[in-house]
């Protein structure tokens, strides 16, 4: 790391900047394991918002809540220099199963490295925003975020992700998955099962026949694309054809053509399933498209030193398998990153009940802690690098249209 343009040694910069993580490591720890205890769901995290931004606020930032026209989301402001750096926190949780993403230690991690930096932010040159971002599981908060100016100015976003133990802790050359969920609405004509079935249409008959259409293309799309589906209404009672049914889906891939690619041909499942059954279908977006994920190589590189000198795995990684996040989003227009954060003794999948409960773990806060010292010494080199320094700040997000942006 060249920490050299500061006043200070770099080895006292990063000794007060630990020793600003250890001050609020209780508070923060508690502010965590109440999220975990207390899982909101996508734009209903009211009391994870307010416990992230209370905190904050003692900690000397000026908190606007409410931001962007969302309820759930806060932007705390410390510093204000002509660097912008933007900590993301997020806090919501999965519908039945809770922290099963480890929401909460994103949480403790952005917010225990932006109390531990907002003292250096004028030393530093930095404007520091934590910027709350609600519903990043469903609904796309970074998406609704950016395109309302909540990340104007911003010259640098950072977070990180825990995931399954074994994963290196190197970001280089990882991504994700862009993706986009739809709902498709096949309407029939309903009739008496017994009496006059042969007078209905049946909406029912076309979900079966799209999961079948879907099921086989699977076999012909390459093996990093997803798609998955579920149907949510295909009739109520048996003595009646159905006449309306939905059928949610997603579809992955990590670049936009192919994402592209992938979406006309599931398309063409459920048109086909509509034309085989009589149906009329329509199809609609119900979240944002979530974009692939860039990983900024200079932060990249002063995330793994830190990590190195944790002694943790920073060798390099082929990246995930799939998975997706509105961070990328943001990382398609703001220089990014977005590490993952390996739990110790986490051997399950992450959106289940068992990665749920080792979320709210000592061996997870641990590393929460160990992610937020490494966030904080990751933004004071880049800050007092003179190189990077003007990269960022010449790389500051301006909507192109922002007049045209409707809240």
């Known amino acids: 790391m060249d920490l050299t343009d500061t006043s200070r040694p770099a080895d006292a910069l990063r000794t007060e900047l630990s020793e600003g993580v250890d001050r609020w490591k209780p508070s923060v720890h508690v502010m965590a394991r109440g999220m975990h205890a207390n899982p909101e769901i996508s734009f209903e995290e009211t009391r994870s918002a307010e416990a992230a931004a209370t905190l904050l606020e003692e900690g000397g930032f000026t908190v ?25 926190v997020e806090y919501d949780a999965l519908p039945q199963i809770g922290h099963a993403c480890g929401h909460n230690l994103i949480a403790g991690a952005s917010v225990a490295a932006a109390l531990a930096l907002a003292p250096l932010a004028d030393e530093l040159g930095i404007t520091l925003k934590a910027i709350g971002t609600p ?40 991504s994700a998955q862009a993706v986009g969920r739809y709902q498709a609405t096949f309407t029939g004509k309903a009739a008496h099962a017994a009496a006059a079935p042969h007078q ?31 149907v949510a209404e ?13 059928v949610n889906f997603e579809c992955r891939a990590f670049t936009l053509p192919e994402y592209e690619a992938l979406l006309e041909r599931v398309r063409r499942c459920f048109e086909g399933a509509a034309l ?13 498209l979530y974009e692939p994920l860039v990983q900024d190589d200079a932060l990249a590189a002063h995330w793994t030193s830190a990590m190195d000198s944790f002694g943790k795995d920073t060798s390099p990684s082929a990246g995930l398998s799939g998975g997706s996040t509105d961070m990328g989003n943001i990382s398609q227009v703001i220089p990014s ?6 739990i110790p003794g986490a051997d399950v999948p992450i959106h289940s009940h068992a990665f749920a409960a080792l979320a709210d773990t000592p061996e997870a806060y641990a590393v929460m802690f160990e992610a937020a010292l490494a966030l904080a010494w990751t933004v004071a080199a880049a800050a007092t690098n003179p190189t990077e320094r003007e990269r960022f700040t010449g790389a500051a997000f301006s909507r192109p249209n922002p007049q045209e942006v409707t809240p």
């Open 64 to 88: 606007e809540r409410g931001s962007c026209g969302l309820p759930t989301a806060f932007t705390a402001t410390a510093g204000s220099g002509d660097l912008v750096v933007a900590l993301c």
């Open 337 to 342: 990153l977005h590490p993952w954060l390996s």
């Open 234 to 246: 295909a009739g109520h009672v048996t003595n009646i054809i159905p006449e309306r049914a939905v």
């Open 276 to 288: 085989a059954t009589g149906t009329q279908l329509t199809i609609e977006a119900t979240e944002p």
């Open 200 to 230: 209905a249409v049946n909406a029912a008959d076309a979900a079966v026949l799209s999961q079948v259409a879907v099921g086989l293309l699977r076999q012909q799309i390459p093996g990093d694309h997803r798609i998955a589906l579920y």
């Open 135 to 174: 519903a990043e599981e469903h609904g796309g908060g970074k998406v609704l975020m950016l395109e309302r100016g909540g990340f104007d100015g911003v010259g640098l976003a950072l977070m990180v992700h825990p995931v399954q133990d074994g994963l290196t802790y190197n970001p280089a050359g990882t």
